[in-house]
Nanobody, 121 residues
Framework: QVQLVESGGGLVQSGGSLRLSCVAS???????????MNWFRQAPGKERELLAS????????YHADSLKGRFTISRDNAKSTLYLQMNSLKPEDTGVYYC???????????WGQGTQVTVSS
């Protein structure tokens, strides 16, 4: 089984920054670099939305247009860790942030438990 554990959430003022981490582990998760990794957000009362993806082929990266360059996804394959650097945070960025993994882009098989981000105005 594959486990994903997010961390780095918390309370931050508007305009601040946070860096989220997602560490992958598990008996079958010995080739982290081969997985497509993703960050999602679920804001209060809203559906879960895809924020960013990183799949290993060619180091391809996707960021949602709505982020307007404020968030950056990255990964450290040696540490089996996915990151999300979040800058210029806004109150509307408040929500639970999840990482998800799959064998290819658009596949979300494994999920973490989420980390809460709260941005105060």
């Amino acid at each position: 089984q594959v486990q994903l554990v997010e961390s780095g959430g918390g309370l931050v003022q508007s305009g601040g920054s946070l860096r989220l981490s997602c560490v992958a582990s598990g008996r079958t998760f010995n080739t982290f670099s081969s997985y497509a990794m993703n960050w999602f957000r679920q804001a209060p009362g809203k559906e879960r939305e895809l924020l960013a993806s990183h799949w290993w082929i060619g180091g391809s990266i996707y960021h949602a247009d709505s982020l307007k360059g404020r968030f950056t996804i990255s990964r450290d394959n040696a540490k089996s860790t996915l990151y999300l650097q979040m800058n210029s945070l806004k109150p509307e960025d408040t929500g639970v942030y999840y990482c998800a993994a799959g064998l290819r882009r658009g596949e979300y098989v494994y999920w973490g438990q989420g980390t809460q981000v709260t941005v105060s105005s």
